[in-house]
């Protein structure tokens, strides 16, 4: 069978993506392969489907059980052989997969990297006839990425071990460095590197100055979706739960997801999700690589990722079926000061140096005014051109920034006369002449800045200092003492324009910009909706999640074609044969009786 009967037939696609057929012709050549594409980009079908036309099976190292086991059930679903072995399952089982892999029964064998170091498994390995292994998440090898895992570095031993079986390392983002570091840690021979483009078109960034606690601002951008599936991403264990209550509390079926959990709990609400049984998952990271589902709508962060590999990496969470998604990212400048705190308590190394330098352009993807996606792109070392329409600073180019200089320097002159020596709070309250007696006793009152800043209120002067620390005019030392850098010294010189979205500084209360309501124009919404209960009777019944059934993307298309005959539905997107035989029937007589 050839590469596109395959694709049809098991994947129910007509077409390759891009990119996928370059590297599938790569695997099948033997050959080591790189390949740095974004989440939703197809990268899964690129090793599923070459071993297919392969002899012997592919060891797929993966890092999270959820992931590997989610792949097998999806895999097993299209008619493929696929097992995982983990510490999960009992030694029984573990030996009924081994009898399978000498039978030649299975295909793709998904594995955790600390089973590589296992003797035992690395013999079992050697009687086996090995085509190629996959390194899944492969930037968890690089000391330079963002989630580094020793078991990942480990990895090395696959060319020890098995020096002409080729390598295959897949990875959603990586910069130029890590993409280095990834070569020469899994000690690939001349590989096939390919890039893909970060630009993901169905995709719109949102940034936005949280208000207060940001719990309205996340209201209003959730109801916006009707009910659609969302995660939503905090920083502490603590805050998912006042969260997940917050949003129950306004009728939303939400859950939260932490390290800290019960693993019955977290097992519980992990499966509701994908069953499509809950709407919103408010989650730490601890909930970040594991998600397989298709039909996420939207992803909210309620405080700034430490770095932009973490925000690209859980905002690709959405929109993996090819649909419109949303994406809100809600910060302040306590972010920053949090997440450096976290920093300094690591040891001085070059890797603490590295961390500061991430999170420094996380803060200025935060406060940019330029394109959200250029800048993301830039970042991996990738051009594209501006998007246009899918992220906020370019759909709303002329929001209106306003002229803070003069109020900038005010400020700025306030915490040097002060000494250097004060918070934010007790600055301000030099700046609109407060009678405070801390205030008094100091002798601040007969400062020249005093009471010059009394035409702003204290929420107004605290937005401008936010707005000083995201362009490191300022930075806090030890007990949150605020000093000028040489940028702001520069400000009070003349040398720079300041400037601020004038809704950042507005009296009124503010209201979040949501997204606008997905257009639902082109599919018939009621047939949807028909097709969404009957998917989910199908996998409850079947114990497997509804979007392995059918995507919502291929149930959308069902509705606006309406096919009344096999050779029809086999046209639709998501349908391969293997999968008409299992729903197309049942299918089909939905539509026919929905006229």
Request: neutral net charge; aromatic residues 8%; hydrophobic residues 40%.
């Amino acid at each position: 069978m050839q590469k596109r009967e395959l694709l049809k037939k098991y994947f129910g696609h007509s077409e390759f993506r891009e990119l996928q057929e370059e590297v599938i012709d790569s695997i099948l050549s033997q050959q080591d392969v790189l390949m740095i594409l974004p989440t939703g980009g197809g990268k899964s079908l690129c090793y599923q489907l070459p071993t297919m036309l392969m002899s012997g099976v592919t060891v797929v190292v993966s890092p999270l059980l959820a992931l590997m086991h989610d792949q097998v059930v999806a895999l097993r679903a299209n008619g493929i052989s696929a097992a995982m072995v983990s510490s999960m399952q009992s030694l029984e089982e573990i030996r009924a997969i081994e009898r399978q892999l000498y039978n030649k029964e299975i295909k793709l064998l998904y594995v955790a990297p600390e089973r590589l170091q296992n003797e035992y498994f690395l013999q079992l390995l050697h009687n086996l006839s090995l085509n190629f292994f996959v390194i899944d998440e492969a930037h968890c090898v690089s000391e330079w990425g963002h989630e580094f895992r020793e078991d990942y570095r480990k990895l090395s031993l696959l060319k020890q071990n098995f020096p002409n079986t080729p390598i295959a390392a897949f990875t959603a983002t990586a910069t130029k460095a890590v993409e280095s570091d990834i070569v020469k840690a899994l000690r690939l021979e001349s590989p096939k590197i390919v890039r893909g483009k970060l630009f993901r078109k169905n995709l719109t960034i949102r940034v936005q100055n949280r208000l207060k606690d940001g719990k309205a601002q996340l209201l209003e951008f959730i109801k916006s979706f009707n009910g659609e599936s969302g995660i939503v991403y905090t920083l502490s264990r603590k805050s998912t739960e006042s969260i997940a209550a917050f949003l129950q509390s306004k009728g939303i079926k939400a859950m939260p997801y932490h390290a800290g959990l019960s693993s019955e709990l977290k097992n519980k609400t992990y499966a509701d999700f994908i069953a499509d049984k809950l709407e919103v998952v408010v989650a730490t990271i601890a909930f970040g690589m594991g998600i397989d589902k298709s039909n996420i709508r939207f992803v909210a962060h309620l405080s700034m990722p430490k770095t932009i590999e973490n925000f690209y990496q859980e905002i690709g969470r959405a929109g993996r079926d090819g649909l419109e998604s949303q994406t809100l990212l809600l910060f302040g400048a306590s972010d920053i000061v949090q997440q450096k705190s976290f920093l300094e308590d690591l040891p001085q190394t070059p890797y603490k140096e590295h961390a500061f330098e991430k999170l420094n352009a996380m803060v200025k993807f935060a406060s940019s005014q330029l394109c959200r996606h250029k800048y993301i792109a830039n970042y991996f070392d990738d051009d594209i051109e501006p998007c246009g329409n899918k992220c906020d600073n370019c759909l709303e180019p002329d929001r209106n920034s306003i002229d803070i200089t003069t109020n900038a320097q005010k400020l700025l002159s306030a915490i040097y006369r002060t000494g250097q020596s004060f918070g934010l709070h007790y600055v301000i309250d030099v700046l609109r002449g407060s009678k405070e007696q801390r205030v008094l006793q100091n002798g601040h009152d007969s400062l020249s800045v005093y009471g010059i800043g009394a035409d702003l209120s204290k929420s107004q002067w605290l937005s401008i200092g936010d707005r000083l620390l995201e362009l490191e005019a300022v930075n806090i030392g030890e007990f949150r003492v605020y000093a000028l850098t040489n940028f702001g010294i520069e400000i009070l010189k003349g040398k720079h324009k300041i400037e601020i979205n004038e809704d950042r500084l507005s009296v009124k209360k503010q209201k979040a910009k949501a997204k606008a309501k997905i257009d639902t124009s082109d599919y018939n919404v009621a047939i949807f909706e028909k097709l969404r209960e009957l998917r989910l009777q199908i996998s409850q019944k079947e114990g497997i999640p509804p979007y392995i059934v059918f995507s919502d993307k291929t149930l959308k298309e069902l509705s606006i074609r309406k096919p009344s005959t096999k050779e029809e539905m086999l046209e639709i997107h998501g349908i391969g044969e293997v999968k008409f035989e299992r729903y197309g029937e049942i299918f089909l007589e939905l539509l026919t009786n929905l006229g």
